[in-house]
């Protein structure tokens, strides 16, 4: 099932009274959109993501926040519209053939969860249309236009509706249509979904997904933080693994020094086993994947690519997030050859390439005491812890 992400994020700032785009806002050091697109590229269920902002802001999306944030599955910046209805419009047009679902997301919800994502996508398989929402806690008058109420409604049907949404491409479409071909606007998607017959289910999601447009939900976006790190965040730490077998006429690189043996590791890139290992500590630490969905071994630039491009990239991602790496420490695990002549070397090299001191790089080689894979001389495993702290 090919599913397509279309993230509006036209806004102006109009009731945040902000000097810019609420959007662009920062929230934990990092602009709101950018936590909204981080979700949405790290969920396994999303294929494609394309991203509506205002047509003068499509180069600085494209190049400050998509590119340098390392957002690849985002195909595609678009102008948006007068209106946020104008601008989903925008994104459906620039949707490739072939998709199958849907799911329009607010790019100022910075709190979705990738459990979300997933649920209203499947729901969307099974019913067609998807709101994401929450049932209504207080009690809900309706009044007359004086203020006096006119009757309670009763809240155990009511829900507070909130994106993700999500729907059969066709379906949108149809709805699409038929709104903009009677010049009607809805305060949602789906409401354009209902009006063409078509019912929409509803799955539960979060009080805590906010919509941040007044000054009172950034207060708000603020403390959620907060409290999700028990108050001001000291450090983090990830921890990494790899492992690769030996192989026939291959070059045996680890920490980006070539190593002489007779055999190498097999491997899509250079195999460098340790450096993969110390990527994925380091995206651990701060909660961004690993480095398969960054660097896939199924794409072919990375095809023979020296693993030092990866450490790179991960390392401006890493600042990107709002963090400086602190240290890095890492255990090799072979049997043959020995490391201890390379060692100042393989040190030396990550420590200038994460802008380190070689004293906050330790790398250790040990034996496995001829016990499984490693012990036999079939390949070798590599651990790695990394921490990083938030930049001031």
Not at 62 to 80: C, D, M, Q, W
Not at 151 to 177: E, G, I
Not at 316 to 322: H, L, V
Not at 356 to 384: H, Q
Request: charged fraction near 25%; aromatic fraction near 6%; include cysteine.
């Amino acid at each position: 099932m090919n599913t397509v992400a279309i993230i509006p994020a036209g806004g102006s700032g109009r009731r945040l009274k902000a000097d810019k785009a609420k959007q662009y806002l920062l929230l934990d050091e990092q602009p709101i959109l950018v936590h909204s697109l981080r979700v949405f590229e790290l969920a396994e269920i999303i294929n494609e993501i394309i991203v509506v902002v205002p047509e003068n802001d499509i180069e600085f999306v494209g190049e400050e926040l998509v590119r340098k944030n390392g957002f690849k599955k985002v195909t595609n910046v678009v102008a948006g519209g007068a209106e946020r209805q104008d601008s989903v419009k925008n994104g459906l047009a620039a949707v490739s053939e072939g998709c199958d679902i849907v799911v329009i997301h607010d790019g100022v919800r910075p709190f979705v969860k990738e459990e979300m994502i997933s649920s209203i996508v499947k729901a969307a398989g099974e019913y067609h249309a998807a709101s994401i929402g929450v049932k209504v806690k207080d009690t809900v008058k309706e009044t007359q236009n004086d203020c006096i109420v006119r009757k309670t409604l009763p809240r155990q049907n009511l829900w507070l509706t909130q994106t993700p949404q999500a729907f059969k491409y066709s379906v949108l479409q149809k709805a699409y249509a038929a709104a903009m071909n009677d010049g009607y606007y809805g305060t949602d998607d789906a409401s354009l979904v209902e009006r063409i017959g078509m019912k929409v289910k509803m799955v539960a999601g979060s009080y805590e997904n906010i919509k941040i447009t007044t000054p009172e939900d950034l207060i708000i976006a603020e403390g959620l933080l907060k409290n999700r790190s028990g108050g001001e965040m000291k450090f983090r730490t990830g921890f990494g693994y790899d492992s690769h077998r030996f192989a026939e006429e291959r070059k045996l690189i680890l920490g980006g020094v070539e190593i002489p043996y007779e055999k190498g590791l097999q491997g899509h890139s250079d195999a460098d086993a340790l450096i993969h290992a110390v990527c994925d500590a380091l995206l651990g630490a701060a909660g961004l994947g690993d480095i398969g969905r960054h660097f896939p071994d199924t794409d072919p630039a990375y095809k023979g690519i020296s693993s030092m491009f990866f450490l790179e990239h991960v390392r401006d991602m890493i600042t990107a997030e709002g963090f400086s790496i602190s240290n890095i420490d890492a255990t090799i695990i072979m049997e043959r050859p020995k490391l201890a002549p390379f060692a100042g070397a393989i040190t030396a090299n990550i420590a200038k390439t994460l802008n380190l001191s070689a004293a906050d790089v330790n790398v250790k080689a040990k034996t496995n005491e001829g016990m499984g894979f490693a012990g036999r001389g079939e390949g070798i495993a590599v651990s790695a812890v990394a921490t990083v702290v938030p930049l001031k």
